[in-house]
């Protein structure tokens, strides 16, 4: 994945407001994508995850699309929360061993 | 919480010390990942079991590092001769197979001295 030190790319969102967060992988032979939230001192949380077959996936409060032509995958929040504030990752998950690869990070500060 | 513990918690621990986390796994998930994460950085894959049998060690997962899972459930992970570059956060993931959703515990914070 990126890297980018300790310098996390943050998005900063109105409470209410839509957030959306973008990650691109790196390995196009990946079938199984997720997204996980991490908050500080916590481990990954699982949000949401997308198979390669499918291109758009919807939770609560949760939308993931996946385009494949340009390897990209991003991760739409509808009505942000104060509690959404956390450090978002996307992994990929290759057939290989099924470990997982992280992007770098995105920050989500939600100001009330 | 997801089910995944950790222990310890937090561990300080003076250079050169040998330390050791345990991992227990959400019952009855026969996959267990070991990961590495430094500040600022997404989780680094360091190895994986499939129930009791170490399938895939990392690069990054140097001789002075050595995982077991003896009896194909809890994992425990032990770093020899820690240096300071060793600080992190060890985090542990489960998985039930056919399922590829990996569940993390909370993690341990080392902190060599």
């Known amino acids: 994945g990126e890297s980018v030190g300790l310098h996390l790319p943050t998005l900063s969102v109105q409470e209410g407001d839509n957030s959306i967060i973008n990650c691109a992988y790196s390995?196009?032979?990946?079938?199984?994508f997720i997204w996980y939230k991490q908050e500080s001192g916590k481990g990954p949380q699982f949000i949401i995850d997308?198979?390669?077959?499918?291109d758009k996936r919807q939770g609560q409060r949760v939308t993931v699309l996946l385009n494949k032509t340009v390897k990209h995958l991003s991760l739409q929040i509808a009505a942000t929360q104060p509690g959404d504030s956390a450090v978002y990752f996307c992994?990929?998950?290759?057939?290989?061993?099924?470990?997982?690869?992280f992007g770098g990070g995105t920050r989500v500060l939600v100001k009330p | 919480d997801t089910g995944v513990s950790q222990d310890p918690r937090h561990k300080i621990t003076k250079r050169g010390q040998n330390v050791t986390f345990r991992c227990d796994p959400i019952?009855?998930?026969?996959?267990l990942y070991w990961y590495r994460q430094t500040l600022g950085q997404g989780p680094e894959f360091l190895t994986y079991?499939?129930?009791?049998?170490?399938?895939?060690k990392s690069r990054l997962l140097s001789d002075r590092f050595s995982a077991e899972r003896p009896k194909g459930s809890f994992s425990t992970l032990e770093i020899q001769r820690t240096e300071q570059g060793d600080s992190a956060m060890y985090l542990c993931?489960?998985?039930?197979?056919?399922?590829?959703?990996?569940?993390f515990g909370p993690g341990t914070r080392l902190l060599v001295l």
């Open positions: 992994a990929e998950n290759s057939a290989a061993g099924n470990k997982l690869t």
């Open positions: 390995n196009s032979a990946s079938d199984y």
């Open positions: 997308i198979r390669s077959n499918m």
């Open positions: 019952s009855e998930h026969n996959r």
């Open positions: 079991f499939q129930n009791e049998a170490q399938l895939e």
């Open positions: 993931a489960s998985v039930r197979d056919p399922v590829e959703t990996q569940y």
